[in-house]
């Protein structure tokens, strides 16, 4: 995977995860379901763009 795929697909990644987490809020899911979502989400996400940055050259 060359590095404008993956950032094509961590973009897209993160949009997802963003409108998923705004549509269960809207719905009014919450507690601790909600919340361990975001924080696995956003562990998940995360740690992918941060890979990538290691991963991914600078030139």
């Known amino acids: 995977m060359n590095a ?5 697909v961590l973009i897209a990644l993160s949009m997802i995860y ?13 507690g601790t ?3 361990t979502f975001i924080i696995v989400g956003a ?5 992918l763009w941060a890979i990538r940055g290691m991963l991914a050259g600078r030139g």
């Open 18 to 30: 963003g409108i998923t987490v705004g549509v269960l809020a809207m719905l009014g899911v919450g």
């Open 4 to 8: 404008k795929l993956s950032a094509r």
């Open 43 to 47: 562990i998940v996400v995360g740690g």
């Open 33 to 35: 379901a909600m919340t």
